[in-house]
């Protein structure tokens, strides 16, 4: 029976660097089934994607034991995961347009990872939620309240064994604090091509600019508000006709869009971190 695996890494460039990988899994009976590279020859850096199947009764344990002879003469950073799902903890607040598109998503098998609950500091979406069949938290935040409802947050990623948060238009900033403990395995989603235009109203600041496109911007969670690693980005050609209730159905469209495939990458391992971007092999 053979047995999925991912190996990502990222490493300082160097002759040998793939020829180490393959041999490796050659040696352990593995078969690539698909293999991304890319050569950053700005800062020097390699980073690897590899998907294999092994037919050896083994482990991501195993195989990660095994490899750290390889990373240690490179200097790689790795990680060897296997099949299981990625489990998803959804944050939200009252729009519900990017929770129902990860729903949809998740239900016809292709986001790439598992809805596992939705926490809310609002009550609105619960009806939304638990049609899905799945847990809803209602978590209220206030200035008072703050710090004891994040450190429940970050219980509640422990109970439900989260792997990745999804600030799913959460409309609610995260301390610098909860950022650093998410570092990596937090997404979200800003209503902007580029952090242009904030605040309450984005779209009638648009309407006002009379913008020729529209979009918005997945990306890692940091403590730089809206700065964090950009993962995908969608954008929409538009044109005078458009009102801000226009503007804001299209621009909830590249919400959802660009969000979802954020998750869906992220998930299956194929966004690697570089510096303040990313590397994704889609």
């Not at 991304?36 to 690897?48: E, I, M, P, S």
């Not at 998803?88 to 239900?107: A, E, I, P, Q, Y």
């Not at 403990?181 to 309450?200: D, E, M, Q, T, V």
């Not at 005078?240 to 469209?253: E, F, I, K, N, S």
Request: glycine share 6%; hydrophobic share 45%.
């Amino acid at each position: 029976m053979s047995h999925p695996f991912i190996l990502t890494l990222s490493c300082p460039e160097r002759p040998g660097i793939v020829h180490a990988v393959t041999s490796f899994l050659f040696r352990h009976g593995c078969d690539i089934v698909e293999h991304q590279q890319f050569d950053d020859a700005v800062r020097g850096q390699l980073f690897l994607r590899t998907e294999f199947v092994c037919a050896e009764d083994t482990d991501c344990a195993r195989l990660s034991a095994d490899f750290s002879s390889v990373a240690e003469e490179f200097g790689m950073t790795f990680q060897v995961s296997g099949e299981r799902p990625q489990r998803v903890v959804v944050m939200v607040s009252k729009l519900g347009h990017c929770l129902n598109d990860l729903v949809f998503r998740w239900r016809a098998g292709n986001l790439g990872a598992e809805l596992v609950a939705v926490v809310s500091n609002h009550e609105d979406l619960r009806p939304m939620a638990e049609a899905a069949g799945l847990p809803f938290v209602h978590l209220p935040v206030t200035p008072a309240t703050k710090r004891e409802a994040e450190a429940r947050l970050l219980e509640l990623v422990e109970e439900y064994r989260a792997d990745l948060v999804v600030l799913a238009r959460y409309m609610q900033i995260l301390s610098d604090e909860t950022c650093a403990a998410l570092y990596g395995r937090a997404i979200n989603i800003h209503h902007s091509f580029l952090p242009g235009f904030k605040g309450a109203k984005p779209y009638h600041q648009a309407f006002d600019r009379g913008v020729k496109l529209v979009g918005a911007t997945a990306h890692y969670v940091t403590a730089d508000l809206d700065e964090g690693p950009i993962i995908e980005q969608e954008v929409i050609r538009i044109d005078h006709t458009y009102d801000p209730r226009a503007l804001a159905t299209v621009g909830q469209d590249a919400e959802a869009l660009a969000l979802s495939r954020a998750v869906r990458w992220h998930s299956e391992q194929r966004v690697l971190l570089n510096g303040h971007s990313t590397v994704v092999f889609r």
